[in-house]
């Protein structure tokens, strides 16, 4: 008897729903400030506009300066910016963590400038300055299609198991798997150190079992989730219920009338014999 069916979600968890207004208040910013540099980095909420299909969302954005501080001989790099959520606290129990073990993928609903982000999961490793990376691909963003076409905004889903464990910014050897029942933190950053303006704006971040086909990877007919939902809240059980229902209905009418199409065909098949 194969239970595989029964122990994959198609519901996705949330992580960091920005149509919350408090969600944003809860990011901590990083930049080259902290040793001495000239970054510049804000986070701005921003509602729903229905006019133009634009979710609830948070826009990371600033300026990126590579100058080296003059009293600081010691630092030689600058030029980033990230952000991550705050820990999460402490209960009777203990530190409060994420657990994203029993799903496959990481997705992102963002609006990107085409920059060089990476996104970051740290998680209760032995190692505390280990950060699982990587790399923030989109194909709506500014510029695609020409220098001056807007970004559009897009679904992003990275694999979990495609995360590499870096290092104060290098890869860290041997590498190891992710620790996915304890995740302290999700975050974004930019360290591609080209001076300028950025401008990303993020929706939401969830996990999911759903790749881009809205399936389970290797099977067929998974239509349960909507993966590229910028609201998490679309995605319910009654929901499910409901397109459940509506397959149903759906395989009732066509074998209705497959069943109509074969009492035509035996019919005509009589009266032919009859002639």
Do not use: C
């Amino acid at each position: 008897m194969n239970l595989e069916g029964l122990t994959i979600t198609t519901i996705p968890q949330p992580i960091l729903d920005f149509e919350d207004p408090h969600t944003a208040t809860w990011m901590k910013i990083m930049t080259d400030q902290t040793v001495g540099g000239f970054s510049e980095a804000k986070i701005t909420q921003h509602e729903a506009d229905e006019g133009t299909s634009t979710p609830a969302h948070i826009r990371f954005h600033g300026n990126i300066s590579t100058k080296l501080p003059h009293d600081r001989p010691d630092v030689m790099k600058t030029g980033y910016a990230a952000f991550r959520n705050q820990d999460r606290g402490r209960t009777l129990f203990g530190e409060l963590f994420w657990s994203v073990e029993p799903y496959s993928y990481l997705a992102l609903r963002v609006k990107s400038d085409g920059r060089k982000y990476f996104v970051n999961i740290q998680t209760d490793s032995i190692v505390e300055s280990d950060i699982h990376q990587h790399r923030l691909l989109t194909k709506n963003h500014k510029g695609v299609v020409s220098p001056s076409s807007p970004p559009q905004w897009e679904t992003v889903l990275i694999r979990l198991h495609d995360f590499v464990r870096t290092n104060q910014g290098f890869i860290a050897e041997p590498q190891s798997e992710m620790l996915r029942q304890k995740v302290k933190s999700f975050g974004i950053g930019l360290i591609d150190r080209q001076p300028g303006p950025f401008d990303l704006s993020i929706s939401a971040m969830w996990v999911t079992n759903l790749n881009e086909r809205g399936q389970i990877d290797g099977r067929t007919g998974w239509e349960e989730g909507d993966q590229g939902s910028p609201r998490l809240g679309d995605v319910t059980v009654d929901k499910l219920r409901r397109k459940a229902e509506e397959r149903r209905n759906t395989a009732g009418t066509q074998e209705a009338i497959k069943r109509d199409t074969m009492n035509e065909y035996d019919k005509r098949k009589r009266g032919e014999t009859m002639t």
